[in-house]
């Protein structure tokens, strides 16, 4: 062979050498990446080719699947009332890929999961076809449905658990959406997504897990938590050592309270049925800033929560001392999610054992055969079980003749706070109203929950807890009790 031949030839060698290592680099290496890659067009088209699983509400399916036409996608997803359901259940799109339990439970949805092994093989012999399984939720339809409708028109969240177990009850969010109208891969949906994501009130996002709001008064039972646990008080009808007027620590701003009500050395309970600001202020002070901190850490913040869907992590901030009491109110740059608050209400509800907040019960195969059943988790033990009666006392006292009389259920025992929070720059924008709350039956507390609304066209003046938040928590109680009847 010649020389130009030779070269020809070795040339020719290496390129069939890397075009070999290439190819099994792929094959063996990269396989399984490119396999499930988000852009892997087959993998979409596989995850639609069949009907996918349902998620249910109170035994019924609250979704669907219909068979779609000119496209390569042959089934699309359909919710029922999507805009009730959307805060749960998120969105899968064709298009747009999916969130929450549509996203988190896709293995089960497409019966894809490894969970479904058996049933998919036991399919490939019966000749039956491929169907996803099914997710059975903690969500209780009467309890979600009084959530919506308290809301209505007005931006806000609702969210209550069953303190003993942890079950989220009802997890709603307004103004919501249809995942129904972007569900396909048409330039419709494309516009309908474009729509909902340019909106100025939002009504993609998840405000009871996803977004974070000064708390108020509400948070003064945690400040009350955490004055008894660290022994600064004990008898909620004794006296505090509060003045007024009282100044803020290392300033000459004098802390004001909401009217002229009785809160000079008022006791913890009467501070909590007039939330008293001076109080509640002074004991965050004279508690300091770290065992504020490891109060609130018991009672989940500080951290990300996962339902499984992930909810932000509600903030209890490190800062000087009149920042600190500011935050003992609620107020400065201490942050909650409504998934926290309604989880501060279901640990002192429930004696002071705080649940794991869970919303998948069940995942079925497509034969309705449980492949997992969730096992309540104890999260934390946010406050001893006699002090947490004590603040269900202080709770039961606002209900009763307090700020949160609109909360009274005929017959049943309603413990409440109400919370009024300001925000924006020097406080210019208009408060959000919040309540949290618990109801107990004979059997203990069927029900906590967390409401804040923040209503952008009512008066300021007429924005309170007790007005427009109060009255939402107790049409969701009511809902979880009368469903147990």
Same mark, same amino acid.
């Given at each position: 062979?010649?020389?130009?031949?030779?070269?020809?030839?070795?040339?020719?060698?290496?390129?069939?050498?890397?075009?070999?290592?290439?190819?099994?680099?792929?094959?063996?290496?990269?396989?399984?990446?490119?396999?499930?890659?988000?852009?892997?067009?087959?993998?979409?088209?596989?995850?639609?080719?069949?009907?996918?699983?349902?998620?249910?509400?109170?035994?019924?399916?609250?979704?669907?699947?219909?068979? @779609?036409?000119?496209?390569?996608?042959?089934?699309?997803?359909?919710?029922?009332?999507?805009?009730?359901?959307?805060?749960?259940?998120?969105?899968?799109?064709?298009?747009?890929?999916?969130?929450?339990?549509?996203?988190?439970?896709?293995?089960?949805?497409?019966?894809?999961? #490894?969970?479904?092994?058996?049933?998919?093989?036991?399919?490939?012999?019966?000749?039956?076809?491929?169907?996803?399984?099914?997710?059975?939720?903690?969500?209780?339809? #009467?309890?979600?449905?009084?959530?919506?409708?308290?809301?209505?028109?007005?931006?806000?969240?609702?969210?209550?658990?069953?303190?003993?177990?942890?079950?989220?009850?009802?997890?709603?969010?307004?103004?919501?959406?249809?995942?129904?109208?972007?569900?396909?891969?048409?330039?419709?949906?494309?516009?309908?997504?474009?729509?909902?994501?340019?909106?100025?009130?939002?009504?993609?996002?998840?405000?009871?897990?996803?977004?974070?709001?000064?708390?108020?008064?509400?948070?003064?039972?945690?400040?009350?938590?955490?004055?008894?646990?660290?022994?600064?008080?004990?008898?909620?009808?004794?006296?505090?050592?509060?003045?007024?007027?009282?100044?803020?620590?290392?300033? @000459?701003?004098?802390?004001?309270?909401?009217?002229?009500?009785?809160?000079?050395?008022?006791?913890?309970?009467?501070?909590?049925?007039?939330?008293?600001?001076?109080?509640?202020?002074?004991?965050?002070?004279?508690?300091?800033?770290?065992?504020?901190?490891?109060?609130?850490?018991?009672?989940?913040?500080?951290?990300?929560?996962?339902?499984?869907?992930?909810?932000?992590?509600?903030?209890?901030?490190?800062?000087?001392?009149?920042?600190?009491?500011?935050?003992?109110?609620?107020?400065?740059?201490?942050?909650?999610?409504?998934?926290?608050?309604?989880?501060?209400?279901?640990?002192?509800?429930?004696?002071?054992?705080?649940?794991?907040?869970?919303?998948?019960?069940?995942?079925?195969?497509?034969?309705?055969?449980?492949?997992?059943?969730?096992?309540?988790?104890?999260?934390?033990?946010?406050?001893?079980?006699?002090?947490?009666?004590?603040?269900?006392?202080?709770?039961?006292?606002?209900?009763?003749?307090?700020?949160?009389?609109?909360?009274?259920?005929?017959?049943? @025992?309603?413990?409440?706070?109400?919370? @009024?929070?300001?925000?924006?720059?020097?406080?210019?924008?208009?408060?959000?109203?919040?309540?949290?709350?618990?109801?107990?039956?004979?059997?203990?507390?069927?029900?906590?929950?967390?409401?804040?609304?923040?209503?952008?066209?009512?008066?300021?003046?007429?924005?309170?807890?007790?007005?427009?938040?109060?009255?939402?928590?107790?049409?969701?109680?009511?809902?979880?009790?009368?469903?147990?009847?």
């Amino acid at each position: 062979m010649n020389k130009p031949l030779r070269r020809i030839a070795i040339f020719c060698g290496i390129l069939v050498l890397a075009l070999l290592i290439r190819d099994n680099w792929l094959q063996y290496v990269r396989a399984d990446e490119l396999t499930s890659h988000k852009y892997n067009r087959r993998v979409e088209i596989e995850r639609y080719a069949h009907e996918r699983g349902d998620i249910i509400v109170d035994g019924k399916a609250i979704t669907g699947s219909v068979e @779609t036409e000119d496209s390569d996608f042959r089934y699309k997803r359909v919710w029922k009332n999507g805009p009730l359901w959307a805060p749960v259940t998120g969105y899968s799109s064709q298009a747009f890929d999916s969130s929450q339990l549509e996203n988190l439970e896709d293995g089960i949805l497409t019966g894809n999961d #490894d969970q479904l092994f058996f049933d998919r093989t036991l399919s490939m012999f019966t000749g039956e076809k491929k169907r996803g399984g099914n997710i059975v939720t903690t969500l209780n339809g #009467d309890a979600q449905k009084a959530a919506f409708k308290g809301l209505g028109e007005k931006k806000g969240a609702v969210v209550a658990l069953d303190p003993k177990s942890g079950a989220i009850l009802a997890l709603a969010s307004t103004p919501s959406y249809d995942p129904s109208v972007f569900a396909g891969n048409s330039l419709k949906d494309s516009d309908n997504r474009q729509k909902l994501l340019k909106d100025e009130d939002k009504p993609m996002l998840n405000r009871a897990l996803r977004e974070t709001y000064p708390p108020g008064s509400t948070f003064k039972v945690v400040t009350a938590a955490a004055a008894l646990e660290n022994g600064l008080y004990d008898d909620i009808d004794a006296k505090t050592d509060s003045p007024l007027p009282w100044t803020l620590p290392q300033s @000459t701003t004098p802390l004001k309270n909401e009217g002229n009500i009785p809160c000079e050395n008022a006791t913890l309970r009467e501070a909590l049925r007039v939330s008293c600001n001076t109080v509640f202020g002074k004991m965050s002070d004279d508690l300091g800033n770290k065992k504020m901190i490891e109060q609130t850490d018991r009672f989940g913040f500080n951290k990300e929560v996962f339902t499984p869907v992930r909810a932000d992590a509600s903030i209890y901030p490190e800062d000087n001392r009149p920042q600190n009491a500011m935050a003992g109110i609620g107020q400065a740059s201490n942050r909650t999610t409504p998934l926290q608050m309604a989880m501060v209400a279901s640990a002192i509800a429930n004696d002071g054992k705080l649940m794991q907040p869970y919303m998948v019960a069940e995942r079925q195969a497509p034969n309705l055969d449980p492949v997992y059943t969730h096992e309540p988790e104890e999260l934390s033990r946010a406050l001893s079980g006699e002090n947490a009666q004590k603040i269900q006392q202080m709770m039961e006292t606002v209900v009763k003749d307090g700020t949160g009389t609109n909360a009274r259920i005929p017959g049943v @025992t309603v413990g409440g706070k109400t919370g @009024t929070a300001q925000h924006g720059l020097n406080n210019s924008e208009k408060p959000y109203a919040w309540f949290i709350s618990y109801a107990k039956t004979d059997d203990g507390s069927p029900v906590a929950v967390a409401v804040v609304v923040e209503d952008g066209n009512a008066n300021r003046d007429d924005i309170s807890g007790g007005g427009l938040a109060a009255p939402i928590a107790r049409d969701v109680m009511k809902a979880v009790i009368d469903s147990k009847k």
